[in-house]
């Protein structure tokens, strides 16, 4: 199964992954996924990084499950998820939005986990990352993409960061007991 996390810019996304990554460390039917980017590495986000150049030749050569591009970027999830679905296991990704129904045509079991938060919570935690511009937090605060594919859970993070992380770990652990 693949378990996309998606959300707007700011919502937390990274953070509630790494609490429930902490919950399932050692778990071998769970793969928390580590996207690629064409952007360097920085704070708040571990992922691999690729030029564009390597990114357009390895998605020419079929080589991601998933692939996207937002904020200017280029996003994928790398072979290792195909592999893990496979496999009987669950892969753990912060997804895109707009991915949703590509995801779900590719994979046959996809659920959707969608972290919000308010735009002045946002807000404040994109400035504190310390990646964008002012005008690109308010392009990011801005965007809101039409998705037709309902979330099977929500999950608003304006708690403490260990609330939202067990709210998630909480949603894989059901969906390991019913894969079982």
């Known amino acids: 199964m693949l378990l996309l ?3 707007p810019s700011g919502a937390g996304k ?3 992954i790494d609490i429930a990554r902490g919950r399932f460390a050692g778990e071998p039917r769970v793969l928390f996924a580590r996207r690629l980017v064409t952007r360097p590495t920085g704070a708040g986000e571990a992922h691999g990084t690729l030029s564009e150049a390597e990114f357009e030749a390895l998605r020419a050569q079929g080589r991601f499950p998933l692939f996207w591009q937002a904020h200017g970027l280029c996003y994928a999830l790398g072979p290792e998820v195909a592999q893990a679905i496979a496999e009987g296991g669950v892969v753990v990704a912060n997804g895109s939005r707009a991915t949703l129904p590509e995801a779900r045509a590719r994979f046959a ?5 969608e972290v919000t938060a308010p735009v002045a919570v946002r807000a404040g935690r994109l400035a504190a990352r310390g990646r964008e511009s002012a005008a690109d937090i308010e392009e990011r605060l801005s965007r809101a ?7 099977d859970l929500v999950i ?5 960061p ?4 067990a709210k998630l770990g ?3 652990a059901a969906e390991l007991a019913a894969a079982e």
């Not at 993409?145 to 979330?151: G, L, S, T």
């Not at 608003?156 to 403490?160: K, L």
């Open 5 to 7: 996390v998606v959300g």
């Open 14 to 16: 990274d953070t509630l």
């Open 109 to 113: 079991r996809v659920r959707v986990v």
């Open 145 to 151: 993409p039409e998705v037709d594919v309902a979330p």
């Open 156 to 160: 608003e993070n304006v708690g403490t």
């Open 162 to 165: 260990a609330d939202g992380g």
């Open 170 to 172: 909480a949603f894989i």
